[in-house]
């Protein structure tokens, strides 16, 4: 009997990967963003509205990340956005091998911000890394206010927290108070952006928000 | 979800290892899965044994998964405490939420044998 003792990190070529994004974004003074979220809880309509919003004061790049069809990819082609489709045919994440290949495919060079659009789903997709500066994590009035401590380490990996559908508050049950409280417990230091991409309100913070770190990135 | 994969790539791993070293029957595949991993054991140890009666290798061999707890460092007054069930990263000493996470993370495969 032979024992083989290996220490073999089962993310390690992902990681490896993901290394190899962040150097060729960092070269590119790139910002990248990698938004997640529930299925549905709005991370195209933020993009398209934050498209509207910053009118061309960035140049934008986007890759959409989905299990099928290009739907996605075809709302943010409409804005006049770069933009690449990933079909993921099943996965429930993206890994940073994808998000190599879609970048390469990407048009043109010389952009200000990437956003990769990950698979909508709080568990797989915060497990790994795809190079990217900040995981942004987007969640909705109407999913109810259970999601922040039932998915921890998604809110906790995240660099900026977007709660979306806010012009619904009314009409749920959802507590910002609490929303709140569980944040600071599980991730107290993540700016929180509070916007609907129905009406466009508090898009203009969260877009001052990606100008500071743009610039910040590029310093 | 994506446990099947993950396993894929264990038992790849394995195999390339098994046959650099000569061996043709493994016996047991030992795996670290911290706790705010996002990989479940039950899942796998489903995986696990899906694949290996496929494989001559892997037949007679179990899968031993160590699981860690989840353990955090405050940055301000260096006390060590233990996650369980609920994840609050704020010190249980001091109150500081400036924390870090030292342990339940790992997602590793830690060692085989066989012969």
């Known amino acids: 009997m032979v024992k083989v003792r290996l220490e073999h990190n089962i993310l390690g070529a992902n990681e490896l990967l993901a290394r190899k994004n962040r150097n060729i974004f960092s070269t ?3 910002l990248v963003i990698n938004l997640m979220s529930s299925p549905g809880s709005g991370k195209t309509t933020i993009l398209e509205k934050t498209i509207d919003s910053l009118n061309g004061k960035l140049k934008l790049g986007v890759i959409e990340g989905d299990l099928y069809t290009d739907q996605d990819a075809q709302r943010i082609e409409k804005k006049g956005v ?16 994808m998000v190599d290949k879609a970048f390469q495919e990407l048009p043109g060079d010389n952009l200000d911000l990437l956003f990769i659009e990950n698979v909508g789903n709080l568990v797989c997709p915060a497990e790994f890394d795809l190079g990217e500066d900040l995981k942004a994590v987007v969640i909705s009035t109407t ?30 049950d959802f507590s910002l108070e609490r929303f709140r409280e569980d944040l600071a417990q599980i991730n107290p230091l993540a700016p929180v952006f509070l916007v609907s991409g129905r009406t466009g309100e508090g898009i203009s913070e969260w877009n001052e928000w990606l ?5 910040a990135k590029r310093a | 979800m994506h446990e099947l994969a993950l396993m894929q790539g264990v038992m790849e791993t394995v195999k390339e290892s098994a046959a650099a070293n000569s061996i043709s029957k493994v016996s047991k595949v030992r795996l670290v899965v911290g706790k705010l991993s996002m990989a479940l054991p039950d899942s796998m140890q489903f995986a696990f044994e899906v694949i290996s009666t496929d494989e001559e290798l892997f ?12 353990v955090c460092s405050c940055q301000q007054c260096q006390q060590l405490f ?3 069930e609920q994840y609050i990263f704020v010190c249980s000493g001091c109150g500081s939420n400036q924390v870090d996470i030292i342990q339940g993370r790992e997602l590793y495969l830690d060692y085989y044998e066989g012969e």
Do not use: M, W
């Open chain 1, 28 to 30: 590119q003074d790139l």
């Open chain 1, 82 to 97: 770069r933009v690449v489709q990933i079909n993921t045919e099943g996965a429930c994440h993206l890994d940073a091998g």
């Open chain 1, 143 to 172: 999913e109810g206010n259970d999601k922040v401590t039932k998915y921890p380490l998604i809110f906790r990996e995240a660099g900026v927290i977007v709660l979306n559908k806010i012009d619904l508050l009314p009409y749920t």
């Open chain 2, 59 to 70: 037949r007679s061999a179990v899968l031993e998964i160590e699981e860690k707890e989840v």
């Open chain 1, 211 to 215: 100008l500071r770190e743009v610039s």
């Open chain 2, 82 to 84: 233990t996650q369980q």
